[in-house]
């Protein structure tokens, strides 16, 4: 074969490959696409839900009670807004010297609570805000107060009368200011003058009467010089008992009662004081409910109320104590500025759903950490009850013979409908008697 029909050959073996390896290729892609492709009657198989299974719950011993469950506020009925002052005309600036109290924290009589500007400021028990500073001389119903908070601990009057500051007084207050680590002020120099004035009365009057008595001639004038000793003696003592301990209005803190709780403090160590220091909630704090008028016609006094907080998990337990006036305005206690001026009146609070407060009086008092928060409240409506075999209520049915039955579902997979007795029903579980019922029996409520 010459070199030409060699050459055509070779073109029509290589274009016969290429038809068969074409060939193969479309064979492979067509059949790769119709595995693909589902059929009508195959698409619904695959949409088809799973089988159904059989959900079950156990059956558990509870104690349910006939409750309502509400939410409440917890907030101090007092407030009191404690701002400095200036306990003598010495200190021009406030500042925080050192803090003695942090917030949670609960105080009672006699507790010191700061040092501003190098003076304490401590709290007293007492029903009549400080107006004036209490010195030597001093008389009135605020004294009398103040000599009570310091016999209740254990710094007694001595001999004073009751609202009188002599002597004792003075003497508790010094010992007082030294059981906090601090040292009592005097009055302003006027009163150092006025006992230095009596005291040189006092040694002139002496050195007269020395004279007198020595010069035969003036014997007559010994009585008149006795006289103006005993006189300026006198004043001396009195002179001395005013310069005695005092407590300055800028340094005490009078409450009602006790124990009370510091609710905020308001500037660190160093800072300058602009305002109120410390805010200290009297008598513990309070919580109030909010019913609907619904909630509220199942409610009365003296029905147990337990409280949970959801944040921290901290529970506690009281009675109704009584149901308020239907309102849409939040619960909130009274503030009392103490030390400086009134606040300025708050925006009023803007109204919401109408509601029927629920006053509640806790067992004990409420930990200071509840202090703002909305709580969860479960007024139950009849004793507490015995724990009982309880199931969900969407166990319970009524079968085609009209009795309440539940189906008791075994080990093995068997399914047994047996008749019970329903009970009280709360919070979605509902009380069961009859059917051999054992705790941890697991019954059929849904599929």
């Given at each position: ?42 698409r ?12 079950t ?13 509400a ?57 009549v ?29 001595g ?22 680590g601090?040292?009592a ?6 009163t ?8 040189r009365?006092?040694e ?15 014997q ?26 005092m ?39 309070a919580?109030?409910?909010r ?80 202090n ?29 013979a ?29 009380a069961l ?15």
């Amino acid at each position: 074969m010459d070199e030409a029909g060699t050459s055509r050959l070779a073109r029509r073996q290589r274009a016969a490959l290429l038809v068969a390896v074409g060939a193969a290729l479309v064979s492979t892609g067509g059949w790769a696409a119709s595995s693909l492709v589902e059929s009508p009657a195959e698409r619904t198989v695959g949409a088809a839900p799973p089988p159904r299974s059989l959900l079950t719950a156990p059956v558990t011993l509870r104690a349910l009670t006939p409750s309502v469950v509400a939410r409440g506020e917890v907030y101090p009925p007092t407030r009191y807004e404690v701002t400095p002052r200036a306990s003598s005309a010495e200190i021009t600036q406030l500042f925080v010297s050192a803090l003695a109290v942090r917030p949670g924290e609960r105080v009672e009589n006699g507790r010191l609570l700061a040092v501003v500007s190098g003076r304490p400021l401590f709290v007293l028990h007492g029903d009549v805000p400080a107006y004036r500073d209490l010195k030597p001389g001093s008389t009135g119903p605020d004294v009398a107060q103040l000599q009570k908070a310091l016999e209740e601990l254990g710094f007694g009057p001595g001999g004073d009368p009751e609202g009188s500051y002599g002597r004792g007084t003075a003497k508790a207050v010094g010992d007082y200011y030294r059981s906090i680590g601090q040292t009592a002020p005097t009055p302003g120099p006027e009163t150092r003058q006025a006992v230095e004035a009596a005291r040189r009365a006092v040694e002139a009057d002496q050195r007269q009467l020395a004279e007198t008595a020595a010069d035969p001639e003036r014997q007559a004038q010994l009585p008149e010089a006795r006289r103006r000793l005993a006189a300026d003696r006198e004043a001396l003592a009195k002179a001395e008992a005013a310069d005695g301990p005092m407590v300055p209005a800028g340094e005490v803190v009078l409450l009602p009662a006790f124990p009370a709780t510091v609710t905020a403090v308001n500037a660190p160590v160093g800072a300058p004081v602009s305002g109120p220091l410390l805010s200290l909630a009297g008598g513990g704090l309070a919580v109030t409910g909010r019913l609907t008028p619904a909630q509220a016609a199942g409610v009365q006094a003296g029905m147990t109320v337990e409280l949970l907080a959801e944040v921290s998990g901290a529970t506690a337990r009281g009675t109704v104590s009584g149901l308020g006036a239907p309102t849409a305005l939040p619960p909130a206690g009274r503030v009392i500025p103490i030390g400086g001026p009134a606040p300025a009146p708050a925006d009023p609070a803007q109204p919401g759903p109408l509601y029927v407060p629920l006053q509640i009086t806790t067992e004990q008092g409420l930990p200071a950490a509840l202090n703002g928060q909305n709580v969860r409240l479960t007024v139950l409506q009849g004793p507490a009850a015995e724990p009982v075999p309880s199931v969900p209520v969407a166990a319970v049915f009524t079968d085609s013979a009209g009795r309440t039955v539940v189906t008791r579902v075994t080990e093995d997979g068997r399914r047994e409908v047996v008749a019970v007795t329903t009970g009280v029903t709360v919070g979605g579980w509902v009380a069961l008697t009859g059917g051999g019922l054992a705790a941890g029996d697991q019954v059929a409520v849904g599929s």
